[in-house]
């Protein structure tokens, strides 16, 4: 098994290169994150280990932009609170897993040994069904390619719907998964959102599947 570390802390990089290979990994180490996006690209690994905060391109962009190249290599995100993004994003931007640091190198290894097992499926950031496009890093909808301006609890509930665009999805579990239990528990706040969707999308988009729930149009 091949490992990508793209680490500009030299010390947690040479460690990480140390404890990884003597599991038996091959390890290579880069600083910046220019290079950490060419040897991704090119490299064939079987997985990388990705700072966020690296010189001259970010861990975020390095692995959107594989992403969006179609290199589906399991990424691993180390992340630092940095008052700028929440540490969840990594997951939105495309990676597969995020530890804080400081980590444990005990989890930093069993987490690892989870994504080799999974392997790399495809698995868009930009979800797209028929001509509707969502992307949720940056909570942004187009239909045709015209952006459609959602508030957030909006974008929520098509989010879900579009997470699940081959099944009906009933207003209850639409309550359990956008609203939280506290918040709301009447499923007629389900239909006044999707009614909102409806009006700035197009009605066709969203169906009502009659006593059992949603399901998108195509
Ligand atoms: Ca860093």
């Known amino acids: 098994m091949r490992l990508l570390v793209v680490e ?25 994150g220019r290079a ?11 997985a990388v280990v990705l700072d966020i905060m690296l010189p001259f391109v ?12 179609g290199n589906w290599v399991p990424v691993l995100m180390l992340t630092a609170k940095d008052g700028e993004h929440d540490e969840a994003d990594a ?7 995020y530890l804080t640091k400081p980590f444990s190198y005990v989890v930093l290894l069993a987490r690892l040994r989870a994504l080799l097992r999974r392997g790399a499926p495809e698995r868009p950031a930009v979800l797209e069904v028929g001509d509707l496009r969502l992307d949720p890093a940056n909570r942004e909808v187009t ?8 508030t957030p609890r909006e974008f929520t509930v098509l989010e879900y719907l579009v997470r699940n665009p081959t ?20 499923p007629n706040a389900v239909e006044v959102y999707v009614g909102y969707l409806r009006r700035k999308l197009g009605r066709e988009v969203i169906r009502t599947v009659r006593g ?3 399901r998108l149009g195509s």
Do not use: C, M, N, Q
């Open 167 to 186: 099944r009906v999805v009933s207003k209850t579990e639409l309550l359990d998964h956008v609203w939280d239990a506290a918040e709301e528990t009447d």
């Open 8 to 32: 500009d802390e030299a010390r947690l990089g040479a460690a990480l290169k140390r404890g990884l290979a003597a599991e038996g990994f091959a390890v290579d180490v880069v600083t910046d």
């Open 58 to 69: 970010s861990g975020y962009t390095i692995v959107r932009t594989l992403r969006e190249e």
């Open 143 to 150: 239909r045709g390619g015209e952006p459609v301006p959602l």
């Open 212 to 214: 059992v729930g949603y």
């Open 36 to 46: 950490g996006l060419e040897y991704a690209r090119h490299g064939d690994y079987d």
């Open 91 to 97: 997951l939105d931007y495309g990676a597969d897993d």
